[in-house]
């Protein structure tokens, strides 16, 4: 395969949007045009802190698009029952970047995180999550099924640029989950497969 064209996001940072309470995205799409959405102390600070809440929360197979968050992303972006995330880039990961709260499948296509503390990528449910053309950067892990669950997740990465973590890539506690990686980057990116995986693999 070919890892060539992996460029993440492409949003240059719009005008800078104030969130204080979750933006809901239940149907259709929504377009944040580009815009820098901060949040605010009342989400919480981009901490580790568990208790914050995220920017937005994309539900039922909705798309959110076009979205750049800004220095406190709190607790990133939650999906419920499924949706679709479209150039997304952080600048600076809060607590982690996005969490699969419900089941469902997740696409995320052209998105970019820097400068986590642990986490890129929470699974909290069986699910099914797909994301190509990543850039990643700095952070523990790229992705953790919520520890000590044993449901089962399977994760398609395809690429994707992953550089500078300290843990590594994927990581469970579930022998019945599935990880794969194609057509991806990897520098100082740590171990690819952590846990008891049923399978995990890379190649291209
Ligand atoms: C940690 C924590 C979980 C949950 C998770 C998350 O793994 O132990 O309870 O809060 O983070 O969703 O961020
Ligand atoms: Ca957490
Ligand atoms: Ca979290
Ligand atoms: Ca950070």
Redesign the pocket.
Known sequence: GSSGSITGASCSNGSTTNVSSTILVTSGTYDGGCRVFNATSALGDGSQS?SQKPVFRVENGATLRNVVLGNNAA?GIHFYNGGTIDNIRWSNVG??AF?IKSSGTVNARNITGYAGED?FI?V?AASTLNVSNCVVDNMGKFL?Q??GTTFKIVVNVDRCQISNMKEGIFRTDSSTSTARITNSRLRNAGSICIGKWASCTSSG
Request: hydrophobic content about 0%; charged content about 55%; aromatic content about 0%.
């Open positions: 568990e607790d607590e982690d969490t986490k929470q909290n953790r919520n520890g």
